[in-house]
């Protein structure tokens, strides 16, 4: 297939100007090409270029619901436990009394967001998210206040979801003003 080619521009104030003529003996975009009866400002029009339809794949099926995150935290009371000084259920009752688990949920109704396990002297506990490791921190330093354990005990944070009681590390004073 032998075509000719006329490159034609359309200047601003809409004269045509021929630029370039040549011959293509093989044609690879034929929607370039326009027949020579079609008068020249037409031919000046810009050929588009061909557009890419992409359909996009959507799944077909039923939807099916994710579950729900669950966070899980580890309350160790360990040391203090094993000195007598703190009774893990009396801890795990006043935990279920206490927490909330949505805004605006009344305290005690934990329903199925929230579980709460004892496994002797750890309190595990697992919810579905969001729910904050520092409102567990908080209900435990509140409780370490109600038993008056405030004053011996911190809440250290272990790891990403372990909170463990451990004692202050208190020097004895007296001890080193007796030495000099």
């Given at each position: 297939?032998?075509?000719?080619?006329?490159?034609?521009?359309?200047?601003?104030?809409?004269?045509?100007?021929?630029?370039?003529?040549?011959?293509?003996?093989?044609?690879?975009?034929?929607?370039?090409i326009m027949s020579a009866s079609k008068p020249a400002v037409a031919a000046a029009k810009p050929a588009a270029a061909p557009q890419k339809t992409t359909k996009k794949k959507t799944k077909k099926g039923p939807r099916r619901h994710k579950k729900p995150k669950t966070v899980r935290f580890v309350i160790?009371?360990?040391?203090?436990?094993?000195?007598?000084?703190?009774?893990v259920s009396s801890f795990e009752k006043y935990l279920h009394d206490r927490i909330k688990p949505q805004k605006g949920a009344k305290a005690g109704q934990l329903g199925d967001s929230v579980r709460i396990n004892r496994e002797k002297t750890r309190i595990i506990i697992v919810a579905q998210a969001p729910f904050a490791k520092r409102y567990i921190k908080y209900l435990t330093k509140k409780y370490l206040k109600k038993q008056q354990l405030r004053d011996w005990l911190r809440v250290?944070?272990?790891?990403?979801?372990?909170?463990?009681?451990?004692?202050?590390?208190?020097?004895?004073?007296?001890?080193?003003?007796?030495?000099?």
């Amino acid at each position: 297939v032998v075509v000719k080619v006329v490159i034609l521009i359309v200047n601003e104030d809409l004269s045509v100007t021929e630029v370039a003529v040549g011959i293509v003996l093989r044609v690879t975009q034929p929607h370039i090409i326009m027949s020579a009866s079609k008068p020249a400002v037409a031919a000046a029009k810009p050929a588009a270029a061909p557009q890419k339809t992409t359909k996009k794949k959507t799944k077909k099926g039923p939807r099916r619901h994710k579950k729900p995150k669950t966070v899980r935290f580890v309350i160790n009371c360990n040391d203090p436990v094993d000195d007598g000084i703190m009774d893990v259920s009396s801890f795990e009752k006043y935990l279920h009394d206490r927490i909330k688990p949505q805004k605006g949920a009344k305290a005690g109704q934990l329903g199925d967001s929230v579980r709460i396990n004892r496994e002797k002297t750890r309190i595990i506990i697992v919810a579905q998210a969001p729910f904050a490791k520092r409102y567990i921190k908080y209900l435990t330093k509140k409780y370490l206040k109600k038993q008056q354990l405030r004053d011996w005990l911190r809440v250290v944070a272990v790891n990403k979801g372990t909170y463990e009681l451990r004692y202050f590390n208190i020097n004895d004073e007296g001890d080193d003003e007796g030495e000099e």
